[in-house]
């Protein structure tokens, strides 16, 4: 039996210790999901519906519990552990609202009647990371489960309490047995097991763009269907005529909040030279006032990495020769700390310009005018997020057109809805999450014509 020991980031002490699935426990899941699939299809729009809504209402009865979950396993703050928990909650209540409202149309014809369903596809493999294990979860089984598909649901190996606490609740909330399961393991035997499993049609792959590229060649010898969701660069670009006030006080958390462990971060700051001095002085006021403390505080805006082995990886990226600008500060104590660690590179060919570090740090260039801004915000392999800091509303206009990212925000950080569309260009992915399409995503379309001419 494998089991892997759960490590408080926090603490650097064990918190539990977990049976992880081989590959004959995921089948007998993978087989049970499949066959309440034929059940879970059939449940009315309506009742599947109010499922849905008791399965949120749950979830938010126990938002304290989760969210204190996830401090323990993944070292988040409180504040963001809240929010997690409620964004399930929030997308499970959205997506409660589409049974009733998977529409087909109905298509003119000479000579009949022609009328698309969605059907579901089946069985959803769910593959979430560690960086937001209850979000990223639930971006896909919301959506799954409110097409009639049931759901097997695999967390990270260093992450998994919130998905099981999850699914328990699901059980409570009356989702019928076999429709959502969780099955902690590894990568590489559940994981793998989803991708071939003909069981399994779909895969929701969130993680590392290495991996996604190997879910995707598996998926090809089946032609399953796949939705990825990859790594990110994104650019935080600050015009000379922006707010600069308010983009430096913001710029730290577009950066280091989760410390740094997040798909979206803006981990490459792009300022016009003309305000690049004016903007470092007011960013390194705000860096220094982060704070970077026990996360399980509430005043906490940073906590420490996930593991041992993902900081010595982030260390990596700051040598002791690293164009160092100014740095934060860490508690002093165990867990996996690191400071938020801001560099000023002299080439766009540096490691930590070029590549997701996944962790707090943040590299700063300068830019000369709008086309130089746009060429080098799209210099990268990813394009999944990205802010723009200006008060001329044309150029902001322009600038979001001209940027390669599914998701920008002019002055503003945020780029999450849970009813607007998430996903990455280039490497950062391949379809999108939430808002009104989704759907699509877990659906096949069918067509069928009737012949009213005999
Ligand atoms: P990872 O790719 O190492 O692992 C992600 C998941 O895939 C884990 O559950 C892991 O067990 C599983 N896995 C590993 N090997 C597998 C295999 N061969 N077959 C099937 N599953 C396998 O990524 P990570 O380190 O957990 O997460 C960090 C990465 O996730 C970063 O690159 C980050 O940018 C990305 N991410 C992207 C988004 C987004 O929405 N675009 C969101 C969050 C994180």
Not at 92 to 97: E, P, V
Not at 430 to 438: F, H, I, M, S, Y
Request: overall charge negative; hydrophobic content about 45%.
């Amino acid at each position: 039996m494998t089991t892997y020991t759960i490590i408080s980031p926090t603490t650097g002490k064990p918190v539990q210790e977990l049976h992880l699935a081989d590959i004959f426990e995921t089948d007998v899941i993978i087989e049970k999901a499949n066959r309440a699939f034929q059940s879970w299809r059939l449940v009315s729009p309506g009742d599947r519906a109010t499922l849905l809504r008791r399965f949120a209402a749950i979830v938010e009865e126990h938002n304290e519990e989760l969210a204190q979950l996830e401090v323990l396993n993944s070292g988040h703050t409180i504040g963001n552990a809240r929010w997690e928990a409620g964004n399930v909650a929030n997308v499970l209540n959205y997506y409660s609202a589409a049974p009733e409202r998977l529409f087909g149309r109905q298509i003119p014809v000479p000579n009949g009647i022609d009328i698309t369903f969605k059907e579901p596809l089946g069985v959803i493999g769910i593959i979430v990371p560690w960086n937001f294990p209850m979000p990223i979860a639930g971006w896909g089984f919301g959506p799954a489960l409110a097409a009639g598909n049931t759901v097997v649901l695999k967390p990270a190996e260093v992450t998994p309490l919130t998905a099981i606490r999850l699914g328990e609740l699901a059980l409570e909330a009356g989702i019928p047995e076999g429709v959502f399961n969780v099955i902690p393991g590894k990568g590489s035997i559940v994981g793998e097991r989803f991708v071939t499993h003909p069981a399994v049609r779909k895969i929701v792959f969130t993680g590392s763009t290495e991996v996604g590229k190997h879910i995707m060649q598996g998926c090809a010898n089946q032609v399953k269907r796949l939705t990825l969701e990859l790594g990110g660069k994104s650019a935080n670009v600050i015009f000379d005529d922006a707010d600069l006030e308010k983009a430096a006080a913001g710029a730290p958390g577009a950066v280091f909040d989760n410390a740094g462990q997040d798909c979206c971060a803006r981990s490459r700051i792009l300022v016009q030279r003309s305000v690049f001095d004016r903007f470092m002085e007011l960013f390194e006021v705000a860096v220094k006032a982060f704070r970077v403390e026990d996360p399980a505080l509430d005043t906490a805006e940073m906590g420490p990495l996930i593991t041992a082995a993902h900081l010595a990886r982030v260390k990596e990226y700051v040598p002791s020769d690293a164009p160092i600008a100014f740095q934060g500060s860490v508690p002093a104590g165990d867990g996996f700390w690191f400071p938020p660690t801001v560099l000023m590179p002299k080439s766009t060919e540096d490691r930590a310009y070029r590549e997701e570090v996944f962790g707090p740090v943040v590299s700063v260039m300068a830019f000369e005018d709008e086309a130089d801004a746009i060429r080098l915000a799209n210099d990268s392999e990813f394009g999944l997020s990205g802010s723009i800091w200006s008060r001329d509303i044309g150029r902001a206009v322009r600038v979001s057109r001209g940027i390669e990212a599914g998701n920008l925000s002019v002055n503003s950080n945020s780029s999450v809805r849970y009813w607007t569309p998430f996903g990455g260009y280039k490497q950062s992915g391949l379809g999108r999450e939430l808002g009104p399409d989704a759907l699509d995503a877990f659906t096949e379309t069918k067509n069928v014509f009737f012949d009213t001419q005999i």
